[in-house]
């Protein structure tokens, strides 16, 4: 399972490290995901991926 969240999708972006010479070098940005445990819809309970906004946002119930 990949860390993909499982509600909005968010996962890692690339972009560029910078120096203060201006060299750019590549790099990743991982977005803040939390294993959670999450109430679905049909009232079971699974561990998964979710971004830390989604949790703010109260669009997923916690079990």
């Known amino acids: 399972m ?3 969240c499982s509600v909005c ?3 890692k972006l690339s972009g ?6 201006n ?3 590549p790099r990743s940005y ?3 995901l939390q294993k959670i445990n999450v109430k679905k819809a ?3 309970v699974a561990k ?3 971004c830390a906004r989604c949790i703010k946002s ?3 119930e916690r079990a």
């Open 42 to 44: 049909d009232g079971t």
């Open 48 to 50: 998964e991926y979710v």
């Open 30 to 32: 991982n977005a803040n």
């Open 58 to 60: 109260g669009k997923v």
């Open 16 to 21: 560029n490290t910078v120096s203060h010479s």
């Open 9 to 11: 999708g968010k996962g």
């Open 2 to 4: 990949s860390r993909i």
């Open 23 to 25: 060299r750019r070098a």
